[in-house]
């Protein structure tokens, strides 16, 4: 089975992930089954988002649950910690008159062991070991109506999209067997599954999304840069290559399950390097909300492990804590210049380069390139190049040198 060419308006779209629960202060233990927000509270960030250059809100679980979202109890109903079903048409169509899409997230491998039809629709098993969490059974034929009926429930009231939960752990012919009949009456809606590990471009192809989570781009970003070792960036830059021949990737440097980038960096002095890769390289890149203030969090394997790299935030963008507003800023400049250069979403990257903390490459399209140069220690590097888009580097004729520790993007050199 061939993959599936994503929709066209995919090229420039450019995502902010929330995970609404923790963003508006639910309680993720279930005791409290009612908020004081709700997901019409997510609008006064709309313009907060636009102004960041980002045109998509991808939402985490909105579904009623039994804690932290990840355990459904109905596919059908907003969790009533986030409101009503009144309450996201709103954010629906707050978002259309700003031209955001949305993005919703489907668990669509387990669901609560409390669901009212876990017996009927469940293997018996639990998912990794969660005894709270039913395994749903993907051989059946009401399994896949009904993942049908919800994906299609949720795009005719205005969603554009669907992350697909835990897909790496559903068998790749269930979703080829879910998603005619989805996009039979939404064409248009782009599908994405969360896989870790594997062969991304084999998954991709049999199961019919059109793309899936760049998780080992997003691992050597952060390694490579943390452990002074651009090598890793740059073998998975290679590999990312080919994975554009199928299909283009999810890219990301953090969301809801892992560690924030600043807390793996140790500092702020690396994270506009590890930007610069998101924005420069092929993908459909996500910025994890926070990230682009410089939060901090620190993942941990324990309960409530989690509730550091999803916190709450105010209820307005004025009332944020004023030192994250230089990453926001460097955001909005690279973000930016990714909009100018819509041809970013599938360019390949040419190694020009490479030492242990010098690294230059070509962003390369059908007919445009450019020239990114990145220093994450004590030695400088030289580029040829035409112009200066972004960073910081001496010319001198058409070289220029960026100082230890800098980075610049730059045109090609003419001629």
């Known amino acids: 089975?061939?993959?599936?060419?994503?929709?066209?308006?995919?090229?420039?779209?450019?995502?902010?992930?929330?995970?609404?629960?923790?963003?508006?202060?639910?309680?993720?233990?279930?005791?409290?089954?009612?908020?004081?927000?709700?997901?019409?509270?997510?609008?006064?960030?709309?313009?907060?988002?636009?102004?960041?250059?980002?045109?998509?809100?991808?939402?985490?679980?909105?579904?009623?649950?039994?804690?932290?979202?990840?355990?459904?109890?109905?596919?059908?109903?907003?969790?009533?910690?986030?409101?009503?079903?009144?309450?996201?048409?709103?954010?629906?169509?707050?978002?259309?008159?700003?031209?955001?899409?949305?993005?919703?997230?489907?668990?669509?491998?387990?669901?609560?062991?409390?669901?009212?039809?876990?017996?009927?629709?469940?293997?018996?098993?639990?998912?990794?070991?969660?005894?709270?969490?039913?395994?749903?059974?993907?051989?059946?034929?009401?399994?896949?109506?009904?993942?049908?009926?919800?994906?299609?429930?949720?795009?005719?009231r205005g969603a554009d999209s669907w992350r697909l939960d835990a897909a790496y752990a559903v068998p790749p012919a269930f979703w080829s067997q879910v998603l005619p009949?989805?996009?039979?009456?939404?064409?248009?809606?782009?599908?994405?599954?969360?896989?870790?590990?594997?062969?991304?471009?084999?998954?991709?192809?049999?199961?019919?999304?059109?793309?899936?989570?760049?998780?080992?781009?997003?691992?050597?970003?952060?390694?490579?840069?943390r452990d002074q070792n651009l090598f890793e960036l740059a073998h998975a830059l290679q590999r990312h290559n080919t994975f554009l021949d199928t299909f283009v990737p999810w890219t990301f440097t953090g969301n809801h399950d892992v560690t924030r980038l600043a807390t793996q960096l140790d500092g702020d002095a690396l994270l506009p390097h590890a930007l610069v890769v998101l924005m420069t390289v092929g993908g459909t890149p996500a910025i994890y909300y926070g990230d682009e203030q410089a939060f901090r969090g620190l993942k941990e394997e324990r309960e409530g492990g989690d509730d550091a790299i999803r916190p709450q935030f105010p209820s307005a963008p004025g009332e944020l804590a004023a030192e994250g507003e230089w990453m926001y800023r460097l955001h909005q400049e690279l973000i930016g210049l990714r909009r100018r250069h819509p041809w970013l979403h599938r360019a390949r990257v040419e190694q020009l380069s490479l030492a242990n903390t010098t690294f230059a490459y070509r962003a390369v399209g059908e007919n445009e390139s450019l020239i990114v140069a990145l220093s994450i220690g004590d030695d400088p590097i030289t580029v040829s190049g035409g112009e200066l888009l972004c960073g910081n580097a001496a010319q001198r004729g058409d070289q220029f040198e960026v100082a230890p520790g800098n980075w610049a993007v730059l045109t090609p050199p003419a001629g």
Not at 209 to 215: A, E, K, L, P
């Open 1 to 156: 089975m061939a993959a599936h060419r994503e929709p066209e308006w995919v090229e420039h779209a450019l995502w902010w992930h929330v995970y609404p629960l923790g963003f508006l202060g639910a309680d993720t233990t279930g005791a409290v089954r009612s908020g004081s927000r709700t997901l019409r509270d997510l609008i006064p960030w709309l313009d907060y988002v636009q102004a960041l250059g980002l045109n998509g809100i991808a939402l985490g679980p909105i579904f009623e649950s039994a804690t932290h979202g990840y355990d459904t109890r109905d596919y059908f109903r907003i969790d009533s910690r986030l409101g009503s079903e009144e309450d996201f048409a709103a954010l629906v169509a707050a978002c259309r008159e700003r031209g955001l899409r949305i993005q919703l997230d489907g668990v669509f491998n387990h669901i609560a062991a409390d669901h009212p039809d876990a017996g009927g629709l469940t293997t018996g098993s639990s998912f990794e070991g969660h005894d709270r969490l039913a395994e749903l059974d993907h051989s059946s034929p009401d399994v896949v109506r009904l993942v049908q009926d919800v994906m299609v429930h949720w795009l005719a």
């Open 181 to 225: 009949a989805v996009r039979e009456q939404h064409p248009d809606a782009y599908v994405m599954g969360e896989v870790i590990h594997g062969d991304y471009p084999a998954i991709v192809s049999s199961s019919g999304m059109d793309s899936v989570t760049q998780y080992e781009l997003w691992k050597a970003i952060w390694s490579g840069l």
